[in-house]
């Protein structure tokens, strides 16, 4: 008798809920009309918490503004852009216990986003957790191949850890994407020395002097590898 009556005050409730539909089929379009309403009035209460984040970070109160932006993942958690303005404020305060949480949650929440990945590389590199870093950095490239900040980040990981062979690869990737930047060019030269690989050097300076001939940097170690 119980039960059925629990039953009976469910069924109730739902139908209520559902506009007093009378039928299951119409119950179901009604209960999602309110679950887009809802999502809808989040995303509204979002843009509320977002542009007075904006008004005080151009006031420069930071404290005010990361507080109102913490509020915009929270209700919507689609928001891409917010939410890595908030990574990097955190990041920009020195906070980075605070930008990994966001970050790593962030991640969970859009695993399809390379922005996301680059950032959480970066933020594992800081920790020197160097193989995570690197697996970050992997996976943005795999969502989105010509993402040179990807690119980027792994260069400046193989540096620090010393790894030029690793440095000199990337460069070329990159170089594959920009072949008509002349600096990815002189930055790949100056690995090649570091690795004592003249010949390579000489090629890539003459092909940064073919871009920029005017870049007495280049000009300059041409000359001293000729000697």
Known sequence: MIRAMKTSVCVTLVVCMCGCASTPAAGVESLSRWREAKATEKKAEAIAHYLPAVIFASQGNKEASLEAMAKV???????????????????????????????????????????????????????????????????????????AMGYGAMVELQESRNDLTAAVDIYQ???????????????????????????????????????????????????????
């Open 73 to 147: 993942p929270e209700l919507d958690p689609n928001a891409i852009t917010p939410t890595i303005q908030l990574i990097r404020a955190y990041i920009k305060n020195e906070d980075f216990e605070a930008a990994l949480v966001m970050c790593e949650k962030a991640v969970k929440q859009r695993p399809d986003q390379a922005n996301l990945h680059i950032i959480q590389g970066e933020i594992y590199h800081r920790f020197g957790r160097f193989d995570e870093a690197m697996a970050a950095f992997e996976k943005a490239i795999e969502l989105d191949p010509q993402n």
């Open 173 to 227: 990737r990159l170089i594959e994407l920009n072949p008509e930047a002349p600096g990815l060019h002189y930055q790949l030269a100056l690995v090649l020395i570091r690795i004592n690989d003249k010949e390579g050097a000489i090629d890539a300076l003459r092909q940064t002097l073919a871009l920029n001939p005017k870049l007495i940097r280049a000009q300059y170690l041409l000359g001293i590898l000729f000697l």
